[in-house]
């Protein structure tokens, strides 16, 4: 049976928490310690308006395809990283990926009330797992608390349902497991552990979901690199 490894990464722009200054931290090292999975799913992905980053710089440098969601504008010159409709760069989110795949869509989040990111977006690709199909959704939903992240879930519940074969949905998700799982029927949590905030983790807000015919044969929580958040990685097996 085909197997893959996944990984889900938000990098928090390149930075360090605000705790640490948000001073500039090694990123391509970070996501070349992640191990090389099959797929990776990278939030809050920086470029300065009209060049490459070190995402791009990363994926083409170690032989993956790259499939991109733009979210807004955003700014480096600040106290810490931010959407701001007047920033230098731009802020979203990508999927790395050595299997083949196409995207199938990226359908819109909102409107989400309080969310700084109004054009906040999800990305949903078809993989070939060795010959077997699986769609894949990468998320990263508002930190709005606390109706923010319920209202994502909810919606992608309902834009999501289930289609009698096997998928993945992860990313960061802002909100804590066991009620995530509850507002998405279907869906079970893939790997269990804290990610946030990265230096002392008291809560798990970063997450991998599966459902169908998913087997996880390896599940962790990786050390912190950089960012505020710790990723996530898993093993997986498609029945």
């Known amino acids: 049976m085909p197997e893959l490894t996944l990984a889900s990464f938000n990098t ?18 970070a996501l070349e310690g992640l191990g090389e999975p099959d ?29 991109d969601v ?29 299997l083949p795949a196409r995207v199938l869509g990226r359908p819109a989040l909102g409107p989400t009330r309080r969310d700084p990111i109004p054009g906040r977006r999800v990305i949903h690709l078809e993989l070939d797992v060795r010959g077997t199909p699986i769609d894949l959704i990468g998320v990263h939903l508002t930190s709005v ?13 309902k834009r999501f349902p289930d289609s009698g074969r096997p998928a993945v949905m992860t990313g960061d998700c802002n909100f804590w497991g066991w009620p995530a799982t509850a507002l998405l029927p279907g869906w079970r949590r893939a790997v269990r552990g804290r990610t946030w905030p990265a230096p002392r983790p008291h809560s798990q807000i970063d997450h991998v979901f599966v459902r169908g015919g998913m087997d996880v044969l390896e599940a962790a929580v990786l050390p912190a690199v950089g960012s505020d958040h710790r990723p996530v990685r898993v093993r997986l097996r498609v029945n």
Do not use: K, N
């Open 12 to 29: 928090h722009y390149g930075v360090l928490p605000l705790s640490q200054a948000c001073g500039p931290y090694d990123l391509m090292a």
């Open 145 to 157: 608390l606390p109706e923010g992240p319920p209202q994502q879930l909810r919606r992608l519940a």
């Open 39 to 67: 797929v990776m799913v990278i939030q809050e992905v920086w470029r300065r308006a009209g060049d490459r980053g070190i995402v791009d710089d990363f994926a083409h440098a170690h032989g993956y395809e790259r499939h």
């Open 70 to 98: 733009e979210f807004a504008r955003a700014t480096m010159q600040a106290r810490w990283p931010r959407p701001d409709a007047e920033g230098e760069g731009t802020v979203g989110l990508a999927v790395l990926t050595r």
